[in-house]
């Protein structure tokens, strides 16, 4: 780039006053149209992919669009989104979700994070025990939803049992098969299924934290408490914020364990907007409903991001 | 301020012993500095007093009472780091109030206390800064300011000037210097820098393979080291030392001309005789102690280095005051100062004449 602005430079300055002016300008836009040259694949691809689809979803959530009724199509303006206000089956999946995602979130992240702190000492094997907390993450979803689901179930599975003995449960049946705790069912496998990731990204931000620090803080007096707070929670906190921010998001989406273990019931107990999306969209066929409900949810979870986004970095000091 | 006593330190890690009966007292308001090679263990000393190393054999008096198993936390001593260990995501008055944050004094007496440490150093204009938005001389007085915030016992430092520009470590060096006369602090300072050594001791250790070689003030140490290590390590350029015989005349040298020091008794049985730089005087021609050729002469103006082949023996350092009149090539006879050579026997230890001339 430098070259061509001296090279183009150089063969203009002889020339009259008025081609050096045209030239220069013309050098210019060449540098600034260079740098979006060389990203064009990228932004093509990416507008391809997102932005098109993005724009035609939240198309559809302004029209009349349901295969169970072809003949009945056109815009319907804001019809959706005020059938979606007085819509019962969503403002239940809407706290449905809350409950799903926070439950998941405080669970995976709490005990995600106590795992992080454990795999940071040293001990005997811990490579070993590194590599197999992994695991879960590696295990497909819909298996892990089916074994769960076989676990919760008290004609093969030992949980109803356990949580009887432990005064739990009055007897031991189903959890899933009963609407007012059936939720705890699909977040005690998401739990599982998420503490890996939380403890992975958390240990690789402990591990970066220089140790003289804490040898430092050792001889200002700080007990383990006050290393604990003051400087590995300072050091984490750009992490911990995005990392919840990430897992909010998808946690919200996921609906794939819901899917396999309750099927959104009974009763709609378990329904998220997620899988109410997915049901209004691929079995009621509902399109236009269906993208008005994720336009929502987009919604949500963008002023969330921007919450959380802006707290990062304030966190961010370092 | 209080002492520090060391008895019969001992330390190993697993079969490894690095430190093994190491006694020391450091008096009150003393500066005394630990010098050696890497890996003499002087830096694992500084670490068991702070309480950051656990102590595998003997114990550690601060102020009388006995530490051995008291946390870092409860000996109440500062330490600057090496890597200065500032706290990155606080400003330079967090970082240095930390240490009061966390005894949760009140924050009037934290802010007047910081105020008070930053003007001592010179830091009063960057107090909201980042320690990333810091030099290192200034990342350095933090550190320093860290410390002494607390008004602790005693100061531990760490090779605190290893991470400074050549310019920038003489003037930390008179900046250290200057606070422990103002604090009368008893300060331990570790350093494999023997310059830092002999310009802030009150006393310098020299240790060397996890054993004390010798304790005495800088000038002890030049003039009468205790053994052939201490002898070599402290000095620069370091002492010229060569093997040798002797009979009850005195030093054969090569070339065949017969050396006696000042201090010479019939009775030493030397094996090497060790002569400083400083203390061999050039002369024109081939009369002298000993001969050579003159291979390469360096001036720094206030001195010249010449590196002498001499006959039958090898290179040996002379250093001469001003602009020496000797050139590469030159033939020269060098005369050692009788008074200033020392001769160590077999073992390497030192041969003095009588008790009262050695340290």
């Known amino acids: 780039m430098e070259r061509q602005v001296t090279a183009a430079a150089g063969r203009a300055a002889p020339g009259t006053p008025q081609r050096t002016s045209r030239g220069r300008r013309l050098t210019l836009l060449k540098v600034a149209a260079e740098p979006y040259l060389y990203l064009s694949p990228a932004l093509i691809l990416l507008s391809l992919v997102m932005f098109v689809p993005l724009v035609i979803g939240i198309g559809y959530a302004f029209q009349k669009l349901s295969l169970t009724d072809p003949f009945d199509r056109g815009w319907a303006g804001l019809d959706n989104f005020r059938t979606l206000a007085g819509d019962r089956h969503f403002w239940r999946a809407l706290t449905n979700t809350l409950w799903w995602t926070m439950g998941s979130l405080f669970f995976q992240f709490f005990l995600g994070l106590g795992l992080a702190l454990l795999l940071n000492r040293r001990f005997a094997g811990r490579r070993l025990v590194q590599a197999l907390v992994f695991l879960p993450w590696a295990v497909p979803t819909f298996l892990s939803g089916l074994t769960w689901a076989w676990l919760f179930n008290p004609l093969i599975g030992p949980l109803p049992h356990w949580m009887a003995a432990l005064g739990i449960l009055s007897e031991p049946y189903n959890i899933l098969a009963d609407p007012d705790i059936a939720m705890w069912g699909p977040i005690a496998a998401n739990v599982w299924f998420g503490i890996p990731f939380f403890a992975i990204t958390l240990l690789a931000a402990l591990q970066s934290i220089p140790k003289e620090l804490y040898e430092a803080a050792a001889m200002d007096g700080a007990t383990a408490w006050q290393m604990f707070t003051k400087i590995t929670l300072s050091f984490l906190a750009p992490m911990i914020a995005i990392t919840v921010l990430l897992r909010t998001i998808w946690i919200a989406n996921f609906a794939d364990l819901i899917f396999v273990m309750t099927g959104g019931g009974p009763a709609n107990s378990t329904q998220i907007v997620a899988s109410y999306i997915f049901t209004t969209a691929f079995r009621r066929l509902d399109f236009g409903y269906a993208s008005a409900i994720a336009i929502v949810l987009l919604a949500l979870l963008l002023a969330y991001a921007l919450v959380l986004l802006s707290m990062r970095a304030r966190l961010v000091r370092v | 301020?209080?002492?520090?006593?060391?008895?019969?330190?001992?330390?190993?890690?697993?079969?490894?012993?690095?430190?093994?009966?190491?006694?020391?007292?450091?008096?009150?308001?003393?500066?005394?500095?630990?010098?050696?090679?890497?890996?003499?263990?002087?830096?694992?000393?500084?670490?068991?007093?702070?309480?950051?190393?656990?102590?595998?054999?003997?114990?550690?008096?601060?102020?009388?009472?006995?530490?051995?198993?008291?946390?870092?936390?409860?000996?109440?001593?500062?330490?600057?780091?090496?890597?200065?260990?500032?706290?990155?995501?606080?400003?330079?008055?967090?970082?240095?109030?930390?240490?009061?944050?966390?005894?949760?004094?009140?924050?009037?007496?934290?802010?007047?206390?910081?105020?008070?440490?930053?003007?001592?150093?010179?830091?009063?204009?960057?107090?909201?800064?980042?320690?990333?938005?810091?030099?290192?001389?200034?990342?350095?007085?933090?550190?320093?300011?860290?410390?002494?915030?607390?008004?602790?016992?005693?100061?531990?430092?760490?090779?605190?000037?290893?991470?400074?520009?050549?310019?920038?470590?003489?003037?930390?060096?008179?900046?250290?210097?200057?606070?422990?006369?103002?604090?009368?602090?008893?300060?331990?300072?570790?350093?494999?820098?023997?310059?830092?050594?002999?310009?802030?001791?009150?006393?310098?250790?020299?240790?060397?393979?996890?054993?004390?070689?010798?304790?005495?003030?800088?000038?002890?140490?030049?003039?009468?080291?205790?053994?052939?290590?201490?002898?070599?390590?402290?000095?620069?350029?370091?002492?010229?030392?060569?093997?040798?015989?002797?009979?009850?005349?005195?030093?054969?040298?090569?070339?065949?001309?017969?050396?006696?020091?000042?201090?010479?008794?019939?009775?030493?049985?030397?094996?090497?005789?060790?002569?400083?730089?400083?203390?061999?005087?050039?002369?024109?021609?081939?009369?002298?102690?000993?001969?050579?050729?003159?291979?390469?002469?360096?001036?720094?103006?206030?001195?010249?280095?010449?590196?002498?082949?001499?006959?039958?023996?090898?290179?040996?350092?002379?250093?001469?005051?001003?602009?020496?009149?000797?050139?590469?090539?030159?033939?020269?006879?060098?005369?050692?100062?009788?008074a200033q050579a020392r001769l160590f026997d077999n073992a390497g230890t030192a041969l003095y004449a009588s008790e009262t001339n050695r340290a």
């Not at chain 2, 103006?301 to 001469?320: E, H, K, L, P």
């Open chain 2, 1 to 338: 301020m209080a002492e520090i006593e060391l008895r019969n330190i001992a330390k190993s890690y697993g079969d490894v012993e690095v430190l093994r009966d190491v006694n020391l007292t450091f008096d009150d308001g003393e500066f005394v500095v630990l010098v050696g090679p890497s890996g003499c263990g002087k830096s694992t000393l500084l670490r068991m007093i702070a309480g950051l190393e656990s102590i595998t054999g003997g114990e550690i008096a601060i102020g009388g009472a006995v530490v051995n198993d008291r946390p870092p936390r409860d000996r109440d001593i500062a330490m600057v780091f090496q890597s200065y260990a500032l706290y990155p995501h606080m400003n330079v008055a967090r970082n240095m109030g930390f240490s009061l944050e966390i005894r949760k004094e009140d924050k009037a007496l934290i802010r007047e206390r910081v105020a008070l440490a930053a003007r001592t150093l010179g830091l009063s204009d960057l107090l909201e800064r980042l320690p990333k938005e810091l030099s290192g001389g200034q990342r350095q007085r933090v550190a320093m300011g860290r410390a002494i915030v607390r008004d602790p016992e005693a100061f531990l430092f760490d090779e605190p000037l290893s991470n400074l520009d050549a310019a920038l470590r003489v003037e930390m060096r008179i900046e250290i210097a200057r606070l422990h006369q103002e604090l009368q602090a008893t300060m331990v300072y570790v350093t494999h820098d023997q310059v830092e050594a002999l310009t802030l001791a009150d006393r310098i250790v020299v240790m060397n393979r996890g054993r004390i070689e010798q304790v005495g003030t800088p000038l002890e140490l030049y003039e009468s080291p205790a053994n052939l290590f201490v002898a070599t390590f402290i000095g620069s350029p370091k002492m010229n030392v060569v093997d040798c015989t002797a009979d009850e005349r005195g030093v054969h040298l090569p070339g065949g001309g017969i050396f006696c020091p000042e201090a010479w008794s019939p009775d030493f049985r030397p094996a090497r005789l060790g002569v400083r730089p400083e203390h061999i005087d050039l002369t024109a021609g081939g009369q002298g102690d000993c001969c050579g050729w003159a291979e390469v002469v360096e001036r720094l103006g206030s001195d010249t280095f010449v590196y002498v082949n001499v006959d039958d023996w090898g290179g040996m350092v002379a250093r001469q005051s001003g602009n020496a009149p000797i050139n590469p090539g030159d033939r020269v006879g060098l005369h050692f100062d009788p």
